[in-house]
């Protein structure tokens, strides 16, 4: 089965995220001033192939922690799809 | 009214994504081998105030247009949540 894997790696909430800041700050100067609490993270699209959605969700979340979120810093969180 | 918004900001499909192709190798060297077309964009979420959807919806689309896509290069998508 192919599934598509949709990816959110956020800043965590605890901590000072300079690039949302920084995008809040030009947001402001083009006069969306009603606009707050701006964060910037990635998002990442995965195809994959596995027998299952379990194995697929395994899979991704494994990759997650390995590699694309640095526990330290981000959370993350996603969505399967199947193709 | 409050709105959340969920943007996603992903280069076009047309262009090559060398961070994508980046992590699709290391996915590989972890063993990750039925992984295949990685792309890596950017995940931005934004609080705003609006009187209602429509205008939330007209504020996020101008957002991205004038500052958060790049649209030579990138295309958005998004998601407005009431909060």
Redesign the interface.
């Known amino acids: 089965m192919n599934f598509r894997a949709?990816i959110?790696?956020?800043p965590l909430k605890e901590l000072l995220d300079p690039q949302?800041k920084a995008?809040e700050h030009?947001?402001d100067k083009?006069n969306?001033n009603?606009?707050?609490?701006?964060?910037?993270?990635?998002?990442?699209?995965?195809?994959?192939?596995?027998a299952n959605k379990d194995e697929a969700h395994a899979?991704v979340e494994?990759?997650c922690k390995?590699?694309?979120a640095n526990p330290i810093m981000e959370g993350f969180k996603f969505e399967l799809v199947q193709e």
Chains 1, 2 share one sequence.
């Open positions: 949709e959110d790696v956020m949302g995008v030009s947001l083009l969306f009603d606009v707050k609490d701006v964060r910037v993270g990635k998002h990442i699209t995965i195809k994959l192939a596995a899979q494994s990759a390995k590699l694309l």
